[in-house]
């Protein structure tokens, strides 16, 4: 029973077998050692077998040591009287023979012991087997399987970093830095257990993989698919700079049509309207959008109380008239003066005399998010003074509208009190400085003449109030659409348009707008 104990003492060996699962994930089992013991214990028996073996073998030659002195003593004997030797000789046999039967007898008997000492070893052993198989408490230093009171745990001790209880025997996962339970390590979007052979990572969070790309893989706003990545396996999208719309980059090559007011890319479950000269308009700017001559008077009528609040007024009745686009070009080429905003013009102030196509009616959706039923009219203009007339691009929503007015009408304005021939930089600088104004004044002034004073040093509250009382309530979208045409103004990037007007701005922030009119009069530039 030797082998028992060195078994119950045990090795303080304790084997782990690793798979690599992912990257920092690796599955753990405590190997069975169980099969190592009981072929230690049986080796320890037949060691003992082999010893007890060895004692028969000792014991037989001790009897024929005696044997044979039994005959040296008969020989000796002999010689004094034969009958002696005959007397003596038989009790020596006898002796011998009884000396050998109790040798056999023994070493058979041992032989039987030792067979039946195996089978309780082996029954034994199979016993400890199965009671290691069903899980062992922890033992304690000197071998026992029973733990003194109160309960200390063993150095090799693991807690699960999900239930934070004791993982013991078994399979777990050794991840993140600490070790779980199979179902304790879960997807930090799904809940549910991670069995795949890799996961991500995100916030010290574990995520399926399929579960991270849908959280965290961008995916374009306008196919809804996940944006692919590049040649060299990167992410790579576009983004508007202003709505931060993400898209594939070949929809800039797949002629996606983009809203002509807003420039957001149409998505594949939305509908644009389409208008007749070819323009998209998406359904939010449509909301708010002017669509015809008599529908636009009002907000004509705001821009020139804004400008006389200003001490601006425009003393002409200069024709304001909603165009499309093809009349607006033809104007323009007709037009010799003037600098235009390209790739495509919006507004114009004429001062030449022309024949001009403008919309009479609202023109109303048909199948297909298609305009239909517009009613155009040719309008004869005729030169009375420097300007004849104001021209604007219909479908547009009422905020970009009013600014574009209030640029052009600015261009009126110059040309109306006598400004000589200016740059481009200059005059459509100022003007984009009134365009801004105007916006500044519509989103976040109680009334026009907060900001017009500020930048004119001068005011005229009574018909900014009356401008202002106007002003129905604005959508969350219109609102995020004036600060959208701001930032349209502002982060320009042409010389004439951008450059014009950041340093106009500059100009009438310093001085004033009265004092850089007159500089730009006396100078045809802006002051610094």
């Given at each position: 029973?030797?082998?028992l104990?060195?078994?119950?003492k ?17 599955w ?15 080796a320890?028996s037949?060691s003992?077998?082999?010893?007890k ?5 000792e ?18 004997d ?10 003596d000789e ?10 050998e039967?109790p040798a ?35 033992r304690?230093?000197n ?21 934070k ?5 078994g ?14 390590f879960?997807c ?15 916030g ?15 995916r ?11 040649s060299n ?8 700079p202003f709505?931060?719309?993400?898209y ?7 002629r ?7 420039e ?5 479950d939305a ?18 959008a002017i669509?015809?001559?008599h529908e636009c ?5 705001e ?5 006389e ?5 425009v ?7 909603l165009?499309?686009?093809q ?14 905003h ?10 030449e005399?022309?024949t001009?196509?403008?919309?009479l ?8 998010y ?5 009613v ?11 300007v004849?007339a104001?021209?604007?691009l219909?479908?547009l929503?009422?905020l ?9 009408m ?8 006598g400004?000589?021939?200016l ?6 600088g ?7 104004m ?5 989103m976040?002034?109680?009334?026009g ?11 005229s509250?009574?018909?900014?109030s ?6 129905g ?9 004036g ?21 106009g ?11 850089t009119?007159?500089?730009?009069r006396?100078?045809g530039?802006?002051?610094?």
């Amino acid at each position: 029973m030797g082998w028992l104990t060195k078994i119950l003492k045990g090795s303080s060996y304790k084997g782990h077998s690793h798979q690599k699962y992912g990257h920092d994930r690796t599955w753990d089992e405590p190997r069975d050692s169980v099969e190592e013991d009981v072929d230690i214990a049986i080796a320890l028996s037949l060691s003992e077998l082999d010893q007890k073996g060895k004692s028969v073998i000792e014991d037989e030659s001790e009897s024929e040591d005696d044997e044979q002195s039994a005959k040296f003593e008969s020989d000796s004997d002999e010689q004094p009287t034969k009958v002696q030797s005959d007397d003596d000789e038989k009790p020596a046999k006898v002796q011998s023979d009884d000396d050998e039967k109790p040798a056999k007898f023994q070493y058979e008997e041992d032989e039987q012991s030792a067979e039946v000492q195996l089978e309780e070893d082996e029954q034994l052993a199979k016993a400890l087997q199965e009671s290691l198989n069903m899980g062992s408490p922890p033992r304690d230093d000197n071998g026992s399987i029973f733990q003194p009171f109160p309960f200390f745990m063993p150095a090799g001790y693991r807690i699960c970093a999900g239930c934070k209880l004791e993982i013991g025997h078994g399979r777990y996962l050794s991840c993140m830095g600490t070790v779980w339970h199979p179902e304790c390590f879960r997807c930090r979007a799904c809940n549910l257990p991670i069995t795949d052979y890799e996961y991500s990572m995100s916030g010290n969070h574990p995520y399926h993989k399929s579960c991270y790309k849908e959280q965290h893989h961008p995916r374009c706003d306008v196919c809804k698919n996940f944006i692919p990545t590049n040649s060299n396996g990167l992410i790579e999208y576009r983004a508007h700079p202003f709505w931060l719309q993400k898209y594939c980059p070949s929809h800039e090559r797949d002629r996606t049509p983009r809203c002509c007011s807003c420039e957001r890319m149409e998505p594949r479950d939305a509908r644009y309207l389409l208008l007749d000269d070819g323009r998209k308009l998406c359904l939010e700017c449509l909301d708010s959008a002017i669509m015809d001559t008599h529908e636009c008077q009002p907000l004509y009528l705001e821009i020139q109380d804004f400008y006389e609040g200003l001490n601006m007024k425009v003393k002409q009745q200069v024709p304001m008239l909603l165009v499309e686009r093809q009349a607006l070009n033809e104007a323009m080429e007709g037009e010799k003066n003037g600098h235009h905003h390209m790739p495509e013009t919006r507004g114009l102030c004429l001062s030449e005399e022309q024949t001009v196509t403008t919309i009479l009616r609202r023109p109303k959706i048909g199948a297909g998010y298609r305009m239909i039923d517009m009613v155009t009219e040719p309008h004869r203009l005729i030169r009375r003074c420097e300007v004849t007339a104001i021209l604007v691009l219909y479908g547009l929503p009422r905020l970009l509208t009013g600014s574009i007015l209030a640029h052009e009408m600015m261009h009126a304005w110059l040309r109306l009190n006598g400004y000589p021939n200016l740059s481009p930089e200059v005059e459509e600088g100022i003007c984009q400085v009134l365009a801004h104004m105007w916006l500044d004044a519509e989103m976040y002034s109680t009334s026009g003449s907060d900001v017009a004073s500020s930048s004119a040093s001068s005011s005229s509250s009574s018909s900014s109030s009356s401008a202002s009382s106007k002003k129905g309530k604005r959508s969350d979208f219109e609102k995020k659409l004036g600060d959208f045409f701001k930032h349209q103004i502002e982060s320009d990037s042409s010389t004439a348009y951008g450059e014009g007007f950041r340093i106009g701005n500059k100009a009438v922030l310093k001085y004033g707008l009265r004092r850089t009119l007159d500089h730009i009069r006396m100078t045809g530039s802006f002051p610094f």
